[in-house]
Structure formats: structure tokens, C-alpha cells
């Protein structure tokens, strides 16, 4: 008697890294065995109610992760029939957030803008689309780069992907700005915080508040989910008050009535009112001056014996409570959070700016914002 072939298992589409809703098709092919009448599964060691060559997968959740084998037979008997080699299937539940860059993030007037989409597994069959805010519908395309020809303007842009059939599509992506000089008045205008810091807590009341000379101002904001521009909603006068919510979590900055835009600045409303908030400055900081960090509890408390990070690296544990430097310096920019009775804050971006180059503070401040989309 002829040695039935060994099956193989392959997947439709092709790649065995999925994410929780998409669809999937679990094939068994048989070299040769195509008299064979009847496929048995397993997952791991557990056996499947299938009987057929395809076994599909819709929908799929965590519980269908695994490797997948099959053999075939003829007749009653599995009798020497071989099993295939298991194919790994891995189930995220984590919705992919694709990750948008912009070149060049600041804009020559007429310049051409080229997008970037980046996803986790990028090779596995995306396609991209494409959204400019205020629009509300998005341009598909199998490429994961887009070019904007001659633009003049500051705008805003988001993206995301999608696969298969019915299509799965991932979050938006964080937003990028392509921001145009022409539109951006001097360091006589400025937008003040208060209280002067990047996160708080929900219901904290916090003041944002444009200054310069200009009759007319508006504060608006674009949404963490990258999906909406917005106006303050309690506008009295120059300046805007919030009482805070998770949906506050954005970018603001002032715009004239004539269009000009200052100081984008990053806000972040901690949903979790029994950790702590790192206190750190809302503006970059200038080459050679002090700052002090501290970490702080909804009851105001700020605390002490607090650990403090600088990108992800632990640089002070001790009794005190303020990370000081005395005099910032280029290496000292970046992202830092804090700790304490094993609960962290969220991480925010600490700017430098040179001090001999007060026309730097306006550019770096929107290249604050850049890094704030990219975190």
C-alpha cells in the first residue's frame, strides 16, 4: 500500500499574525490525496468539529490562537494517515494603531508633503487611507506613503489601514501637523497655562489664556484620536476655561482672528484619580535655566521618595521629592515620568530651547507638538 502524503496547512490570507475581528481561512492541502474523503482538525491537541478541507475563522478572538494541523483519509480508517505540520496562529486583542509621518514636518510655502503610514507586520496586506482634518472621508490606497502636492497651509493629517474581506481596519493614527511658518506670529504673542503643567487630573480646572496684539483670539484644540478640530467651549474673552475630562486630552494653541496661530501646547487629563501626575512645564525650556519635576496626587499632595525616569531610565530615587536641574542643557530634553508606591504616571515630553535664539522658541514649540503626536 502507497504511504498517503503528508498534508500541509496554509492560511488565507497568508499571514498568521491577526488582530481580534478580522477573518481568517485555515486550509488543508493534500498532495495527491485528493481521493481522500474526510479531513480531521485539531488545534494544539484539541480536536476541531471539522471535517471539511477549509476551516474559516470569523470574526476571530484570543481563544483562537494556536497551531493549527489536519490529516485527511479515505474510508473508516485514519489509518496511516499523517498529521501536518501545525501552522502558529497568533490573535492580538490590541487594535493596531498605525504610526504617520510627516517630511517635511515644516512647510516651504508650494512645497510638496510626504506622508508616511507605518504599520506593526507592514508587509501583511494593508492598504492605507488618508485623511486631512475637517475631511471626512479618506482616500484608499495599497501604498503606505501619500504625496501632497504644493501646499501653503498649516494642516493636520491622520491615517490608518485595513485588510482582508470583510475589511478589518486598525485605529487612526496619532495626527501629524505640517506646520507653515508664514502662519505663525512672534514671541509677542504667547498662550499662558494655568496651572502651568502638561497632565492633570479630571475635574481639575485649568485656564488657557492668549496674550499678544492681536483684538481677536481663539483657543482650539485637536483631539487625541486624531479625528477632530474643535473651538473651546467656554470662552470668555482671551481666554478659555476647562473643567477637565478625559476628552480634553489634546493639543491647543491660540489663532487669531486673522488666522495666525502661537503656541501649541500639549494637555493630558489622567482618567486614573488614585495615581499620580508627573508636574512638568507646559513651554520648552531655555538652555541654561533651572526647572524642577515633581510628582503629585489628586489631593494635591505632592510627593516624596518618588523614583523619576528620563526616557525610560531611572536617574533619582531618593528622599526628595523635586527632580531639580539647576541648568537644563540639550541632553536633558525628552520624555519623563515618576513613580511612587509602584504606580506611574503617564510620561510627557520636556522641551529644550536654545537661549541666544529667542526666534528658535517658536518654531521648537511646534516641534514640541510634533513629538507629543509622536508618542
Request: glycine share 8%.
Amino acid at each position: 500500500m502507497q504511504t498517503p502524503p503528508k498534508p500541509t496547512v496554509t492560511l488565507q490570507p497568508s499571514w498568521t499574525q491577526i488582530y481580534s475581528g478580522e477573518t481568517v481561512t485555515v486550509r488543508c492541502e493534500i498532495q495527491g490525496g485528493e481521493g481522500a474523503q474526510r479531513n480531521e482538525w485539531r488545534q494544539g491537541w484539541v480536536k476541531l468539529h471539522e471535517t471539511s478541507s477549509e476551516y474559516t475563522i470569523s470574526r476571530a478572538t484570543w481563544s483562537d490562537r494556536g497551531g493549527y494541523s489536519c490529516r485527511g483519509r479515505r474510508g473508516s480508517s485514519w489509518t496511516d494517515w499523517k498529521w501536518s505540520d501545525s501552522v502558529t496562529l497568533t490573535v492580538s486583542d490590541n487594535k493596531p494603531r498605525p504610526v504617520l509621518t510627516v517630511s517635511p514636518s515644516w512647510l516651504s510655502p508650494g512645497a510638496s508633503v510626504t506622508l508616511n503610514c507605518e504599520v506593526e507586520h507592514q508587509s501583511a496586506g494593508w492598504s492605507f487611507y488618508w485623511y486631512k482634518a475637517l475631511l471626512p472621508d479618506g482616500n484608499g490606497t495599497a501604498q503606505d506613503s501619500y504625496i501632497i502636492h504644493g501646499q501653503t497651509h498649516t494642516a493636520g493629517y491622520v491615517c490608518r489601514a485595513g485588510r482582508g474581506d470583510p475589511e478589518y481596519h486598525t485605529d487612526h493614527s496619532q495626527p501629524k501637523f505640517v506646520w507653515s511658518a508664514g502662519q505663525f506670529v512672534s514671541l509677542s504673542a504667547s498662550l499662558t497655562v494655568s496651572p502651568d503643567r502638561v497632565q492633570h487630573f479630571t475635574s481639575d480646572s485649568v485656564s488657557l489664556t492668549c496674550e499678544g496684539n492681536f483684538t481677536e483670539w481663539r483657543v482650539r484644540k485637536f483631539s487625541e484620536d486624531g479625528r477632530l478640530y474643535s473651538d473651546c467651549r467656554r470662552m470668555t474673552g482671551s481666554t478659555c476655561n476647562i473643567n477637565t475630562s478625559k476628552s480634553d486630552t489634546g493639543v491647543y494653541w491660540c489663532e487669531s482672528g486673522s488666522g495666525e496661530f502661537i503656541s501649541a501646547v500639549n494637555i493630558t487629563v489622567q482618567n486614573d484619580g488614585n495615581g499620580p501626575i508627573l508636574v512638568s512645564p507646559v513651554h520648552p525650556v531655555t538652555e541654561g535655566a533651572s526647572v524642577s519635576l515633581s510628582c503629585s496626587l489628586k489631593t494635591q499632595k505632592i510627593l516624596s521618595n518618588v523614583f523619576f525616569y528620563h526616557n525610560d531610565k531611572l536617574i533619582q530615587n531618593d528622599t526628595r521629592g523635586e527632580l531639580k536641574i539647576s541648568a537644563v542643557s540639550k541632553s536633558d530634553e525628552g520624555f519623563y515620568k515618576c513613580q511612587s508606591s509602584g504606580r506611574e504616571s503617564a510620561q510627557s515630553w520636556m522641551s529644550v530651547k536654545g537661549e541666544d535664539r529667542p526666534e528658535e522658541g517658536n518654531v521648537t514649540r511646534q516641534r514640541v507638538f510634533i513629538k507629543w503626536l509622536q508618542q
